[in-house]
């Protein structure tokens, strides 16, 4: 049976805690251990923590005397990974019924697979029902084609709760880098996917990801161009140091992604007559930055005119249906992928 580490780094959720470590506790056809690390928690996190390793052996619990910060937390809880498989799982998210089996037993039959992820489903304080038919249906690409597309996308696939790492690739590949804490999932998963390939399990969901004010995504990670700009830092430092012959390529295509996904931000947000969070010129500057050629594009010009007038209602409307079409062609992408 594969053994798998799960660590569960909490600050301030006691009202999640439980219902996180019962998620994980109850998993099936896996050898589970918990370790989770108390970061000095100012409410009951402590008392609630100490109360679920009483209940279970298999629960370890840390308590940090001074708070280190999610960074240096993550770093302890990888550190200590001595099962096949680890898992880092925040307080207030869960784990779907029988993720971990589906997720090793993919690793176990594919030793060329680093990690393996599927879908988080988004919820704030009910969660709906998982999608648990069978074992799912993998899809496996090597590492470099799985960088491939998330330079191509411009964006992160993965939210975090979904991922099971083979261990020997967290101990071949080290842990968060500190200068990234607001992409270091981001970062750890393209340095890996450097190392190995990458599974994705599609027609069942692996964890659940909560939404609410408080968590990191709505305070330190929030705000578009911040977040710009922290894809850009990530992109340029895992493919600046890549070896093999296209990740200058590869580095251009994320550059260019982001570039427009910038343009792209500044026209919809002045069609749609919504408040942009920074100024035209601070999204046009990034663009340019982040790739020169952009100034050449007719996104490039059309953002320069809006420096100095606001968007006709005629203007508006016409992006109201681009977006409305967009919808629907993405939504007839999903129904044909089903039916195939």
Same mark, same amino acid.
């Not at 600050?11 to 019962?22: E, L, S």
């Not at 599974?199 to 408080?214: E, F, I």
């Not at 002045?270 to 942009?276: G, Y």
């Not at 050629?293 to 006709?312: C, D, P």
């Given at each position: 049976?594969?053994?798998?580490?799960?660590?569960?780094?909490?600050?301030?959720?006691?009202?999640?805690?439980?219902?996180?470590?019962?998620?994980?506790?109850s998993q099936r056809g896996v050898d589970v251990k918990l370790l989770i690390?108390?970061?000095?928690?100012?409410?009951? /996190?402590?008392?609630?923590?100490?109360?679920?390793?009483?209940?279970? =052996?298999?629960?370890?619990?840390?308590?940090?005397?001074?708070?280190?910060?999610?960074?240096?937390?993550?770093?302890?809880?990888?550190?200590?990974?001595?099962?096949?498989?680890?898992? *880092?799982?925040?307080?207030?998210?869960?784990?779907?019924?029988?993720?971990?089996? !589906?997720?090793?037993?993919?690793?176990?039959?594919?030793?060329?697979?680093?990690f393996v992820y599927g879908n988080a489903i988004k919820f704030t304080d009910?969660?709906?029902?998982?999608? &648990?038919?069978?074992?799912?249906?993998?899809?496996?690409?090597?590492?470099?084609?799985?960088? =491939?597309?998330?330079?191509?996308?411009?964006?992160?696939?993965?939210?975090?709760?979904?991922?099971?790492?083979?261990?020997?690739? @967290?101990? @071949?590949?080290?842990?968060?880098?500190?200068?990234?804490? &607001?992409?270091?999932?981001?970062?750890?998963?393209? =340095?890996?996917?450097?190392?190995?390939?990458?599974?994705?399990?599609?027609?069942?969901? &692996?964890?659940?990801?909560?939404?609410?004010?408080?968590?990191? &995504?709505?305070?330190?990670?929030?705000?578009?161009?911040?977040? *710009?700009?922290?894809?850009?830092?990530?992109?340029?430092?895992?493919?600046?140091?890549? /070896?093999?012959?296209?990740?200058?390529?590869?580095?251009?295509?994320?550059?260019? !992604?982001?570039?427009?996904?910038?343009?792209?931000?500044?026209?919809? @947000?002045?069609?749609?007559?919504?408040?942009?969070?920074?100024?035209?010129?601070?999204?046009?500057?990034?663009?340019?930055?982040?790739?020169?050629?952009?100034?050449?594009?007719?996104?490039?010009?059309?953002?320069?005119?809006?420096?100095?007038?606001?968007?006709?209602?005629?203007?508006?409307?016409?992006? @109201?249906?681009?977006?409305?079409?967009?919808?629907?062609?993405?939504? =007839?992408? !999903?129904?044909?992928?089903?039916?195939?």
């Amino acid at each position: 049976m594969p053994s798998v580490h799960i660590v569960v780094p909490c600050y301030n959720y006691a009202r999640f805690i439980k219902t996180c470590a019962t998620s994980v506790l109850s998993q099936r056809g896996v050898d589970v251990k918990l370790l989770i690390i108390n970061d000095a928690s100012t409410d009951e /996190s402590a008392r609630v923590c100490d109360e679920i390793a009483a209940e279970d =052996r298999r629960v370890k619990v840390i308590h940090h005397p001074k708070n280190q910060g999610h960074i240096a937390t993550y770093n302890e809880g990888l550190a200590a990974a001595d099962a096949d498989y680890v898992v *880092l799982l925040s307080a207030d998210d869960l784990l779907t019924p029988g993720c971990l089996a !589906r997720a090793t037993a993919i690793m176990e039959e594919n030793p060329s697979v680093g990690f393996v992820y599927g879908n988080a489903i988004k919820f704030t304080d009910t969660l709906p029902p998982a999608k &648990q038919d069978g074992l799912g249906r993998p899809i496996i690409w090597a590492g470099r084609e799985w960088l =491939r597309l998330m330079c191509e996308g411009g964006r992160c696939f993965i939210h975090s709760p979904e991922v099971v790492m083979r261990t020997s690739i @967290q101990r @071949q590949i080290g842990l968060y880098n500190p200068d990234l804490p &607001q992409t270091g999932d981001m970062e750890m998963w393209m =340095r890996a996917a450097l190392h190995a390939g990458v599974a994705r399990l599609d027609g069942v969901d &692996q964890a659940y990801y909560r939404l609410h004010p408080s968590s990191m &995504q709505h305070t330190l990670h929030a705000g578009p161009l911040l977040d *710009l700009y922290a894809k850009l830092k990530t992109y340029e430092l895992v493919l600046g140091r890549a /070896s093999f012959l296209e990740a200058e390529e590869y580095l251009s295509r994320a550059r260019k !992604r982001l570039a427009n996904d910038s343009l792209w931000y500044v026209l919809n @947000q002045v069609r749609m007559r919504r408040p942009m969070s920074g100024t035209i010129d601070e999204y046009c500057s990034f663009a340019e930055r982040a790739f020169p050629g952009i100034v050449e594009s007719k996104n490039w010009h059309r953002a320069q005119e809006y420096r100095t007038r606001r968007a006709s209602i005629a203007e508006t409307l016409l992006w @109201q249906i681009r977006l409305a079409l967009r919808r629907l062609t993405s939504w =007839r992408h !999903r129904e044909l992928n089903k039916a195939a």
